[in-house]
């Protein structure tokens, strides 16, 4: 039994198909493709969950910094923030968002990540999952299964648009790990496959259009900040999605949308560093400093 989809309107007619939710027609995928037992596929999902678990916990000591010197620390400030009274934001949201620095703060200084969907956007995604896992006892089972669902989404955006932020800009990199991470809460919390994919919808729309602009070329400014930020627009996508609100434009549509406009971005703005908040004065005293070296216009 061959099982592949291109388009989420395709995989939901598979869902309705198999009456199986997003992650179950991603894993019969896996299977298929790898050739492999559904134990096997479920392994390899494990392993990559305990990285970024181990990644985060490697954040949170905040005691490296980056090679730009950039980054390091800010996971715990914001830790800490998380126990203070004057807080705002609930409990789980903010330590999500912390997770999320955590993991990518570890990646900026080259410790061990699972780019999901890339490097400078991979702590979106198990920043909301260690946070859900914690805050509301969800089991590994159902980690790994929002894992997959958030897979379907990210591979539906790699196959219609770019997942590059040299190609696509930033919205390819933060805004397809908001989808994903939308995606795969909002099946964590029981949402039907519509929910899901009306979820990424509703995150990766507030992301189109945004720069790629790296100071200095490196993975460390504005890109670790971004990762707490997609985190908040994942969680919000998800409340939306289940209390009912709907995308007016589809999810295959909003992809298609992103794909569009990643070809008008300036490719100044498309992870060169030669624009945007890599170009501002403070961003030039940096490169100046690390003896970073640009080639002309």
């Not at 609100?245 to 008008?264: H, Y």
Request: with cysteine; charged share 20%.
């Amino acid at each position: 039994m061959i099982i592949n989809f291109h388009t989420g309107s395709k995989l939901l007619r598979l869902t309705k198909k198999h009456k199986k939710s997003i992650s179950g027609i991603v894993i019969l995928r896996e299977t298929n493709y790898l050739d492999a037992k559904e134990s096997c596929v479920l392994n390899r999902m494990q392993k990559r969950w305990e990285v970024s678990q181990a990644a985060i916990k490697s954040g949170l000591n905040g005691k490296h910094k980056s090679v730009g010197g950039m980054v390091g620390g800010e996971a715990r400030k914001l830790n800490k923030w998380l126990k203070s009274k004057k807080r705002l934001m609930s409990k789980t949201t903010l330590k999500a968002a912390t997770y999320a620095l955590a993991n990518t703060e570890c990646n900026a200084c080259m410790g061990r990540i699972v780019s999901c969907p890339t490097a400078g956007a991979s702590g979106v995604l198990p920043g909301i999952m260690m946070a859900v896992k914690e805050d509301l006892k969800v089991k590994d089972e159902k980690i790994l299964a929002g894992y997959f669902a958030a897979a379907g989404v990210g591979i539906i955006i790699a196959e219609n648009a770019t997942l590059a932020g040299a190609q696509g800009g930033c919205q390819a990199e933060i805004g397809s790990a908001a989808a994903m991470a939308a995606a795969g809460l909002t099946e964590i919390r029981g949402g039907t496959p519509e929910q899901c994919l009306n979820a990424a919808a509703l995150a990766l729309k507030n992301f189109l259009g945004l720069a790629c602009d790296p100071v200095g070329g490196l993975v460390e400014v504005p890109c670790v900040k971004r990762n707490a930020y997609g985190v908040t627009h994942a969680m919000m996508a998800s409340e939306m999605s289940l209390a009912g609100i709907e995308s007016f434009i589809p999810f295959d549509e909003v992809v298609e949308a992103m794909s569009n406009i990643g070809k008008l971005i300036s490719p100044k703005l498309r992870e060169t560093a030669m624009g945007g908040l890599a170009v501002t004065d403070s961003a030039k005293r940096l490169e100046k400093k690390l003896g970073i070296l640009k080639g002309e216009d």
